[in-house]
């Protein structure tokens, strides 16, 4: 057989890449094998902030982990952010063949899942939300009205000049109010900078604008919610619960007592123990 000349090398090459190449908006990382798990980051965060929960599932499971593009070191794509990557999700699990599939989301990923699950078709089993909301915006906004947030806003254009210092000092103060744990303050500030400033500002208000309220009453599958008490109490927090939540018709929730936004960080203990104990059911 007559040795390729560099040329043939080349184009073999360009031709494995194209026909290996995913192009989905965010990265996947596998690890373990078994029933798939899909776990969907928070905004801003990338798949590590899964790290001590992949470490122990993937005995048992096989964990897809997700980053989302412009966070991390995944590329970031143009506007809309947040549809983009629930229409690739949806395209990921299909090309994959994956089926009863469970999601774990943190945050904006838990979101996502609730997101996923109130679709017709689906290939998913179980939905873990980890201290997420069906509408954000309904929460940070009084008087919320999904149709009034737009891209091209005063607080949009605000947020894209702020310079970097400035967005650095607002990503700290952040930080402290998303964890009680001081060491890992740091990591989610880091993960808040290190963001394409365009995806944080646009895809934050698509997360704004996306209202799940009604939607979740088309959910099918079971739903576990492990919410976060912090800042605000243990009263406040069920409260928000219940009236984001009432329309779903079935679903069972646990509250960390002491832990706020970063449950996995602030209750290690509690959240693996009441991860797996609804994983196992």
């Known amino acids: ?105 943190h945050s904006l990923g838990g979101t996502l899942g609730l997101w996923l699950a109130t679709e ?3 290939f998913y089993s179980k939905i873990i939300v980890v201290d997420a ?11 919320f009205n999904s149709e009034t947030l737009l891209y091209d806003s005063p607080w949009n254009k605000q947020m894209l000049a702020m310079d970097d210092t400035s967005f650095e000092a607002m990503a700290t103060q952040m930080a402290t109010g998303m964890s009680l744990n001081k060491e890992k303050q740091q990591q989610i500030k880091e993960w808040m900078v290190e963001a394409d400033r365009e995806t944080y500002v646009y895809g934050y208000t698509d997360l704004l604008k996306l209202d799940l309220r009604e939607e979740i009453s088309k959910i099918n599958i079971p739903v576990s919610i492990l919410a976060a008490a912090q800042p605000y109490g243990l009263e406040m927090a069920k409260s928000t619960y219940s009236k984001q939540y009432k329309n779903l018709k079935d679903y069972e929730i646990e509250f960390a007592a002491d832990a706020a936004h970063f449950i996995m960080y602030d209750s290690p203990e509690w959240f693996q123990e009441k991860l797996m104990h609804t994983m196992a059911k």
Not at 53 to 66: Q, R
Not at 78 to 100: G, M, Q, T
């Open 133 to 143: 909301l069906p509408a954000t915006g309904a929460l940070m906004i009084p008087d």
């Open 120 to 122: 017709e078709e689906h």
């Open 1 to 105: 057989m007559k040795a390729l000349k560099p040329i043939h090398l080349i184009l073999l090459f360009i031709t494995s890449i194209a026909i290996n190449a995913q192009d989905y908006p965010f990265k996947v990382t596998i690890k373990g094998t078994g029933q798939p798990v899909l776990l969907f980051p928070g905004f801003t965060c990338t798949g590590a902030v899964w790290e001590d929960t992949v470490a122990e599932l993937s005995k048992n499971y096989e964990c897809h982990v997700f980053t989302f593009a412009g966070f991390g070191d995944v590329e970031p794509i143009v506007k809309p952010w947040f549809h983009k990557i629930k229409n690739s999700v949806e395209a990921y699990v299909k090309d994959n063949n994956l089926r009863n599939t469970i999601v774990i989301g």
